[in-house]
């Protein structure tokens, strides 16, 4: 597929339980993002991968919130004890970086997260 | 904060018109993104703008940016139906991550 994927497109969990979310980037992009859409509190930025550096993990909220990116390529964002308050869509981005230039990041669909 | 800050939060007009948007924000950029969003979800990506940029034109859309006053617009000439969507504006930081701090959103409407 040409654009960004994201697994499952909606996932709705009972409070305390774990979930994964997952997100295939296009190829050859090097970085990967992750962010969340909640009402109210707009898009928020959670992490973010590029290359072999260490991830960027100054947005996640809590320690429940991880994610990890295997191979340069596909991404797991995992909750665990998930509470109400986590419940949004969850957004992957991904793009190209080279150097100093920046360049658009390409979302996915998203994956619409229920806690109940 | 460096979040940007999109104002309106909704603007409706009638087919044919213009749309203004305008973001403003409180860092020193890298670069500032705008994004539509329809029915929240997927976001597509709209224009990039850098910082030593001052317009840039995509087809019916042209986004202006002025660093001395921290600001942004993004206008949509001749708008139609379905350019109903909601606008964000991203700001990506001067020395911080690729990371996109996003503002609140523009909720446009058109009506036909």
């Known amino acids: 597929g040409a654009g960004v994927s994201q697994s499952p497109s909606n996932k709705v969990t009972e409070k305390g339980k774990d979930v994964e979310l997952r997100c295939d980037p296009i190829?050859?992009?090097?970085?990967l993002y992750w962010y969340r859409q909640s009402l109210g509190q707009g898009l928020e930025f959670l992490i973010y991968f590029q290359g072999n550096s260490a991830p960027d993990k100054s947005g996640l909220p809590s320690d429940r919130f991880s994610a990890e990116r295997t191979g340069g390529s596909v991404s797991t964002l995992t909750i665990q004890r998930t509470q109400q308050e986590d419940s949004a869509v969850y957004l992957c981005a991904s793009s190209l970086v080279s150097g100093v230039s920046s360049y658009e990041q390409y979302f996915g669909p998203g994956t619409r997260l229920t806690v109940t | 904060s460096q979040q940007g800050e999109e104002d309106p939060q909704a603007l409706s007009i009638q087919e044919g018109e213009n749309a203004t948007m305008n973001c403003s924000y409180k860092?020193?950029?890298?670069?500032l993104q705008w994004y539509r969003q329809n029915s929240g979800r997927g976001l597509v990506h709209l224009i990039l703008i850098r910082s030593n940029e001052r317009e840039k034109h995509s087809g019916r859309l042209r986004v202006t940016l002025d660093t001395s006053k921290k600001s942004s617009s993004l206008l949509i000439t001749a708008s139609r139906a379905a350019d109903t969507a909601s606008y964000f504006c991203a700001i990506s930081s001067r020395g911080g991550s690729e990371k996109l701090v996003f503002g609140k959103g523009t909720k446009l409407t058109v009506n036909p």
């Open positions: 860092t020193s950029i890298n670069n």
């Open positions: 190829s050859g992009h090097t970085a």
